[in-house]
């Protein structure tokens, strides 16, 4: 497990992780290689945005484009930002939207350069550090009033293996299952609902849903997607 | 697995499971013989109650009087109501609060028979049934502008043996862990984590806080417990 200074910083693995491994990860989303997005959480974070009605949508930690494709594909505008150079390069090439390469301190630093007034925020499964406050409330500014929050994350129980302990903190990801091809193992931060829940109201936002994606066939949860409604300026 | 009609309707089950197994109820949680509430969840509901500073508390589905007995040492003033009978009984000879003999139909007909402007509405493991929007909407018109809704309940997660499926419906309770005094199983309604907060949010309450207890040593999630604020009126 990764400790919190230096080399070992995990937040900067995290950034080496998506450097190292963007190629591998674009396939791997293209082939429609990642189970889980096939089976349910594709069409759950797609069905989300769409019930929200809204028109113009912010997708954070985009990476190589591909639920920025899928929304204009609907007739959405739609504005994508990544802090990886290699993923944003491809999502451009692909088209679709208006790209921005933006690490998540520099979207928290200035959110307006991306936008603002959007009808939804999305986060799908791109919140992998520590500290997710200042993205999260650089999200809620860019919305306009009553737009939404909509995060898309692992299910806190999806894999409770032996030594699962229910608990937040730092994991690893070695994308073993997603084939050999991925060069760098990924840090990443193991929340519990509890926690999600508290880092979006903390955020500025409203709970307004919690949307359990389940494996069709083991009945065992994949995916745990919050709506947050922003909430009115005090 | 009861059937919703007849004999079997599962709500009436409840009913008549409480009432036979009152006694042995009454004994295990007055000798302290419910592990996970000794080890966590007695404590997070006295915890979440206290740190609302309500003075003023309504207990729903009080059972015996427990909470309203422990509630009522710290200075609280607590209404207590059950339909259960011999369970009310036992809390009114016990004394600590001001106890009512009313069902939930009964008391979501006539929110104000057992008085209003609480600042905290609490249902510790006491909603059981599938149709709880009554009495959470009942909970709701009880409160004060302001108050909260304290809804704690099994955890979802915990317990996932085999054949476990992740999806609201009914389940038995055969009290097997407490002994053999209890004489008939209970059916009680199982929710998703998704399903608890959508019941919350539609009767009324923003939803402010989800919290877990875990058993201190396995880590095995115990309750969930909601922290809902009654929204003001429309």
Same mark, same amino acid.
């Given at each position: 497990?990764?400790?919190?200074?230096? &080399?070992? @910083?995990?937040?900067?693995?995290?950034?080496?992780?998506?450097?190292?491994?963007?190629?591998?990860?674009?396939d791997?989303?293209?082939? %429609? $290689?990642? !189970?889980?997005?096939?089976l349910?959480? @594709?069409?759950?974070?797609l069905?989300?945005? $769409?019930?929200?009605?809204?028109?113009?949508?912010? @997708?954070?930690?985009?990476?190589?484009?591909?639920?920025?494709?899928?929304?204009?594909?609907?007739?959405?505008?739609? *504005?994508?930002?990544?802090?990886?150079?290699?993923?944003?390069? %491809?999502?451009?090439?692909?088209?679709?939207?208006?790209?921005?390469?933006?690490?998540? !301190?520099?979207?928290?630093? @200035?959110?307006? %350069?991306?936008?603002?007034?959007?009808?939804?925020?999305?986060?799908?499964?791109?919140?992998?550090?520590?500290?997710?406050?200042?993205?999260?409330?650089?999200?809620? &500014?860019?919305?306009?009033?009553?737009?939404?929050?909509?995060?898309?994350?692992?299910?806190?129980?999806?894999d409770?293996?032996?030594?699962? %302990?229910?608990?937040?903190?730092?994991?690893?990801?070695?994308? &073993?299952?997603?084939? &050999?091809?991925?060069?760098?193992?990924?840090?990443?931060?193991?929340?519990? *609902?509890?926690?999600?829940?508290a880092?979006?109201?903390?955020?500025?936002? !409203?709970? $307004?849903?919690?949307?359990?994606?389940?494996?069709?066939?083991?009945?065992?949860?994949?995916?745990?997607?919050?709506?947050?409604?922003?909430?009115?300026?005090?």
């Amino acid at each position: 497990m990764p400790t919190e200074s230096g &080399s070992h @910083d995990p937040e900067r693995l995290i950034r080496i992780s998506w450097h190292d491994n963007a190629a591998a990860w674009t396939d791997a989303v293209r082939q %429609r $290689r990642i !189970e889980s997005r096939v089976l349910a959480t @594709d069409q759950a974070v797609l069905l989300a945005v $769409r019930e929200c009605g809204a028109g113009h949508v912010l @997708d954070i930690g985009c990476g190589e484009g591909w639920l920025c494709r899928s929304l204009a594909e609907s007739g959405i505008g739609v *504005v994508g930002l990544d802090g990886t150079p290699e993923l944003i390069a %491809r999502a451009q090439a692909a088209a679709g939207a208006d790209y921005h390469l933006l690490t998540y !301190e520099e979207f928290a630093a @200035d959110p307006a %350069r991306v936008g603002k007034d959007f009808g939804a925020a999305v986060c799908n499964f791109s919140l992998l550090g520590r500290d997710i406050a200042l993205v999260l409330m650089a999200a809620a &500014s860019s919305l306009r009033p009553g737009g939404v929050l909509i995060l898309q994350t692992v299910h806190p129980f999806g894999d409770t293996g032996p030594g699962f %302990r229910y608990e937040d903190g730092w994991r690893t990801e070695d994308f &073993s299952a997603l084939g &050999s091809e991925f060069r760098t193992p990924m840090p990443w931060y193991f929340r519990t *609902v509890g926690s999600w829940i508290a880092e979006v109201i903390a955020a500025g936002f !409203e709970l $307004r849903e919690c949307r359990e994606s389940l494996h069709p066939e083991t009945g065992r949860p994949l995916s745990l997607l919050l709506i947050g409604r922003k909430c009115p300026a005090p």
